[in-house]
């Protein structure tokens, strides 16, 4: 058996009760979208007070004066660079931020200090051709050892591509890799089987030899 009771408490808080058949009372506060919920454990009561509430009250404002939110990331704000190559435009980098605002509950009392903003990023660099609004990995603020929230890392710029820095760097691509390793091995193997063949056809030919003629 659950008894719902709805009553404003002295802050003018709308706050909704329930009590269980154990003794438990329930409140469940809203106030500027936010929603507390507060359980008293043993709730008491005698003919002229319900000693409960007064605790469910006292903790709500309690809760309300000691925390609040803070938005901790701004949409667009770099936070880090991020080097672009291909572009033709030496050390280029550009600023990495974050695609939505974030905003969380803290202690009133935290400092900027307390908060740690690490970007976890998919990669290390990027290659051309690159656009604004491009996800290159996710922002994570932490509050202490404590993850906050994490929002989507964009950049915020186009860069179109160098057609003769691309092919060099497909070159060299290939030059460094696996399948240019192979092909260079193979080539050596068949340069080699080809001079042994044609140094055993040489060494296999008969020899012409010397006669004197008789008178």
Known sequence: KIVMIFLYNVTEIGVRYAITDHLENIGQLEKSSHRYLCVVMGADEDENYIYSYKITNDLVKW?????????????????????????????????????????????????????????????????????????VGVITVYYGDVPLGSVEA????????????????????????????ATAVCAVLLIGAYFLYVYSGISMRPRRGKYTRRR
């Open 154 to 181: 964009i950049i915020m710029e186009d860069h179109a591509r160098n057609p003769l820095l691309h092919g060099i760097s497909l070159l060299s691509d290939y030059v460094t890799s696996r399948a240019f390793a």
């Open 63 to 135: 809760a309300c004066n000691s925390f609040a939110t803070r938005q901790v990331l701004e949409a667009g704000e770099a936070t880090i660079q991020l080097p672009v190559e291909n572009t033709g435009l030496f050390g280029l980098e550009i600023d990495v931020c974050p695609k939505d605002a974030l905003t969380v509950y803290l202690p009133r009392d935290a400092s900027d200090e307390d908060l740690i903003v690490r970007c976890h990023l998919s990669q290390t660099s990027l290659q051309a051709p690159v656009k604004a609004g491009q996800a």
